[in-house]
């Protein structure tokens, strides 16, 4: 099993949709858990950390449910600019931080 | 410089020479790490420093790679006798904190293995 698993999509919504990504994980041992988020060529950015409590950040909203191993990503009113690829983050051993295969996700007007 | 810088942002070499990528991470950061990623593929870890020392070098596919960070900041990874498949982007990034702070990627150096 691969240490973060990710459906790589791609999604195609459209402007203004509400769309959520899924992400597993193995080591039931990770205690950080992030969003990243990629344009094309591009290097990865930090799009939000995810909390045990859940978080939100504007129109996006991060799940961690610890018991099933699953993180979520959540984007309502999905903006234009909102298209790139979605990458789940965790720690896994000794603080290093493994990345899933990424979701892709492209808004049309 | 305030990012990570890379160096070569590009390198095309041939089947079965050595390769060396630097790192040059922010300032202060004392954890490293080095990924690989091919085209449709999400980061590949392979190997991540805590100061000078490898924390974790599972990550490194085979002992072709390694990867030093003598004084803890700059970072070399290295590639003997390259193979068509090692090629990728290989990108480097930086955190204050280890396993909990963000991770500052560079631009990442593109290797081309003809």
Redesign the interface.
């Known amino acids: 099993r691969k240490e973060v698993e990710q459906d790589p999509g791609p999604f195609n919504v459209p402007e203004g949709a509400t769309v959520a990504f899924n992400c597993t994980y193995s080591n039931s041992a990770s205690q950080s858990f992030f969003w990243y988020r990629q344009d094309c060529r591009k290097e990865p950015k930090l799009l939000m950390s995810v909390y045990s409590s859940g978080n939100e950040d504007g129109r996006f909203t991060a799940q961690l449910n610890r018991a099933s191993q699953y993180i979520s990503l959540l984007i309502r009113d999905s903006k234009l600019s909102d298209s790139a690829t979605y990458l789940c983050v965790v720690t896994y051993n000794n603080n290093d931080m493994r990345f899933g295969a990424g979701t892709r996700l492209t808004v049309k007007p | 410089g305030a990012g990570v810088s890379q160096t070569p942002s590009n390198k095309v070499t041939e089947k079965g020479k050595y390769v060396e990528l630097r790192c040059d991470p922010i300032s202060g950061h004392t954890?490293l790490?080095w990924?690989r990623q091919s085209l449709g593929?999400?980061?590949?870890?392979l190997i991540?420093f805590?100061g000078t020392g490898a924390?974790?070098d599972?990550?490194l596919p085979n002992d072709r790679f390694f990867a030093v960070r003598p004084e803890g900041s700059v970072s070399t990874l290295k590639i003997q006798r390259t193979e068509r498949g090692d090629s990728a982007v290989y990108?480097c990034a930086s955190s204050s904190i280890?396993?909990?702070g963000?991770?500052f990627?560079?631009?990442?150096s593109r290797l081309t293995v003809l």
Request: aromatic share 20%; net charge negative.
């Open positions: 954890a790490y990924y593929q999400g980061p590949e870890f991540y805590q924390a974790d599972s990550g990108l280890a396993g909990a963000e991770l990627f560079g631009e990442g």
